[in-house]
């Protein structure tokens, strides 16, 4: 079965700081996809990036970066110099075949809040 | 212009009553689902449907049906809504399978009294 651990419940930083929201994945297939995606306050889910098993190259994407580690099972999250905007509750989620069709488990979330 | 869009956004209603939720998105995308994320923030996945064609119902009660009548909608009927059922649910779509990033809708917050 596949799982997604976020073990950071809540972080807070002052803005401008840097911060590494964390995930740890387990999964049997050799053959999976990542994603992050940001809930802000207003409810809306977004898409953030995706990365598949066989790709361990690190992206950024302007303030911020993923770091993804297939021996230690791990794809996080850095936002550099923080804003206030980044204030949001963000998820870590797994896509792999699951009882012979693709399923997405996400971890539980991520609350990260940036203090002006 | 709205990619994926959800009726309605807040729902209140007695326990025991019947009510509907319904998603449509315009992103041409062939595979929709739908989400329930409790007050601890937990999302999980209800069902996913690809063509029209129910491909994943995890451990739902039967109270929940959802209904897909074309690739462009996934409508989600409650029966007999209980006080647990209270949460946000969300619709969303993705281009083939779920290996592919999720576009969600606004959510709809439902309150069960």
């Known amino acids: 079965a596949q799982k997604v651990t976020q073990a950071q419940t809540e972080i807070s930083v002052v803005e401008k700081e840097d911060v590494t929201l964390d995930c740890v994945y387990e999964t049997r297939d050799t053959t999976y996809y990542l994603f992050w995606y940001k809930q802000p306050p207003s409810g809306e889910l977004v898409f953030l990036i995706r990365?598949?098993?066989?790709?361990?190259q690190n992206e950024i994407s302007g303030r911020y970066s993923w770091n993804f580690q297939k021996s230690t099972s791990s794809f996080n999250f850095t936002i550099t110099a923080s804003q206030v905007v980044d204030s949001a509750v963000y998820f870590c989620a797994l896509s792999e075949v699951s009882g012979g069709y693709q399923k997405v488990t996400f971890g539980t979330g991520t609350k990260l809040q940036v203090i002006p | 212009d709205t990619a994926v869009s959800q009726t309605p956004k807040y729902l209140v209603t007695q326990m025991g009553n019947d009510k509907s939720i319904k998603c449509e998105q315009n992103?041409?995308?062939?595979?929709m689902y739908w989400y329930k994320q409790d007050s601890k923030k937990f999302l999980k996945i209800m069902f996913s449907y690809n063509n029209k064609e129910l491909i994943i119902n995890e451990t739902v009660p039967n109270r929940f049906s959802p209904k897909s009548p074309d690739k462009a909608h996934l409508n989600l009927h409650i029966n007999s809504l209980e006080l647990g059922d209270s949460a946000v649910y969300f619709c969303a779509s993705s281009r083939g399978s779920s290996y592919n990033e999720q576009f969600f809708g606004p959510g709809t917050r439902l309150t069960v009294l």
């Open positions: 992103l041409g995308h062939d595979t």
């Open positions: 990365r598949n098993s066989f790709d361990e």
